[in-house]
């Protein structure tokens, strides 16, 4: 079993910064997938980012040059730096896991909020 514990989310202002972590209890050497995925009120849950076990990443295209995605191994902990925040990057951030088997693990959402 693998859980996922979110931290860092709050309110900004335009332009800022935030910086979540999603730090893993429990096995996780066979996870070979890690990604950060957002989902606004009245709007489906979107994929952000996404880093394999080769630390290839991915972007949605809007937050692409904005947001970076990161792992520790060391820490069992990922990362997204999310950098010159807009409005339109309000939402419940969520992490995901999945292992080799295929099996899911989600975390249980933090709120991040830009607004003047």
């Known amino acids: 079993q693998v859980q996922l514990v979110e931290s860092g989310g709050g309110l900004v202002q335009p332009g800022g910064s935030l910086r979540l972590s999603c730090a893993a209890s429990g096995s996780i050497s066979s996870v070979n997938f890690m990604g950060w995925y957002r989902q606004a009120p009245g709007k489906e849950r979107e994929l952000v980012a996404t880093i394999t076990s080769g630390t290839l990443t991915h972007y949605l295209n809007s937050v692409q040059g904005r947001f970076t995605i990161s792992r520790d191994d060391a820490k069992n902990t990922l990362y997204l730096q999310m950098n010159s925040l807009q409005p339109d990057d309000t939402a419940v951030y969520y992490c995901?896991?999945?292992?080799?088997?295929?099996?899911?693990?989600w975390g249980q959402g933090t709120q991040v909020t830009v607004s003047s």
């Open positions: 995901r896991f999945r292992t080799i088997q295929m099996t899911d693990y």
